[in-house]
């Protein structure tokens, strides 16, 4: 049974991560100024620095001409990694929601 490569889709799901982070940091410091200070922009900072790792494995799986179980390596640790800024990005979210950071 062959694996389908991963890279493909990572690419563009991470890379839109890191824009979704971005937009969701430009609106905390909007409200912030009536909610009070919160620390969510910079967890979401380094959640977007996550996403951006992802998205460079991902793109390096792509372009690289290594060999095929260095390849398959770097690709899972783009997957895992990926995982990793969601679940991230889901604990903050949760968090912020809760009005407890």
Partial sequence: ?????????????????????????SLVKIIEGRIGQSHVDEY??????????????????????????????IETLADWTFLFGLAVMVIVATLFAYEMI
């Fill in 1 to 25: 049974m062959s694996r389908t490569p991963l890279a493909p889709y990572i690419l563009p799901c991470s890379a839109t991560m890191v824009g979704v982070c971005l937009t969701s940091i």
């Fill in 44 to 73: 979401l900072a380094i959640t977007s620095i996550i996403f951006l790792v992802s998205t460079f494995l991902a793109y390096l799986v792509l372009r690289a001409r290594l060999k095929a179980a260095t390849l398959a390596i």
